[in-house]
């Protein structure tokens, strides 16, 4: 207990030693929270970085899906089929209804059914096995008895 009282009572050049060791402690906090300040800061930084980087995306999707959409009309894609493969459109005259399905069906070609040729069957014999390809596998024997059977 007096080591420990004599830390308060002892002074190093005017200054008790507790008082010095207080303020190297405040020291060392402040140092502590401006570098944790530096770093929240690089943090935040980054941070804001990629928001923009993902607002930049986000508009870059957006035109995408103008662009597909700009694509995809169905005008443009007729006038291409016209313009490239020769395609028109379909007259409703063309059309089918329930009623007449029975009468295109019976005007359509059949595909013609060709029988699959006969299987014929094999006569060749297959190739003789010596004695010890078609002796029987006998089943290892354990060498020591198991521990359960002995005491039977």
């Given at each position: 207990?007096?080591?420990?009282?004599?830390?308060?009572?002892?002074?190093i050049r005017g200054v008790r030693l507790i008082e010095a060791i207080?303020?190297?402690?405040?020291?060392?906090?402040?140092?502590?929270?401006?570098?944790?300040?530096?770093?929240?800061?690089?943090?935040?930084?980054?941070?804001?970085?990629?928001?923009?980087?993902?607002?930049?995306?986000?508009?870059?999707?957006?035109?995408?899906?103008?662009?597909?959409?700009?694509?995809?009309?169905?005008?443009?894609?007729?006038?291409?089929?016209?313009?490239?493969?020769?395609?028109?459109?379909?007259?409703?005259?063309?059309?089918?209804?329930?009623?007449?399905?029975?009468?295109?069906?019976?005007?359509?070609?059949?595909?013609?059914?060709?029988?699959?040729?006969?299987?014929?069957?094999?006569?060749?014999?297959?190739?003789?096995?010596?004695?010890?390809?078609?002796?029987?596998?006998?089943?290892?024997?354990?060498?020591?008895?198991?521990?359960?059977?002995?005491?039977?």
């Amino acid at each position: 207990m007096k080591a420990l009282m004599s830390l308060f009572d002892r002074r190093i050049r005017g200054v008790r030693l507790i008082e010095a060791i207080g303020l190297l402690l405040a020291l060392i906090m402040i140092f502590w929270v401006c570098l944790s300040k530096v770093k929240e800061g690089q943090e935040v930084a980054r941070l804001n970085a990629l928001n923009a980087q993902i607002a930049e995306e986000q508009a870059a999707i957006k035109a995408l899906k103008v662009k597909v959409a700009n694509l995809e009309q169905p005008a443009r894609i007729e006038a291409l089929a016209r313009q490239y493969l020769g395609m028109e459109p379909l007259s409703p005259k063309r059309e089918a209804g329930l009623d007449n399905l029975v009468e295109i069906s019976r005007s359509v070609a059949r595909p013609e059914i060709h029988a699959a040729p006969p299987v014929t069957a094999v006569t060749a014999k297959p190739p003789a096995m010596t004695e010890e390809e078609s002796a029987p596998i006998a089943a290892p024997v354990p060498a020591t008895p198991v521990i359960g059977e002995a005491t039977r």
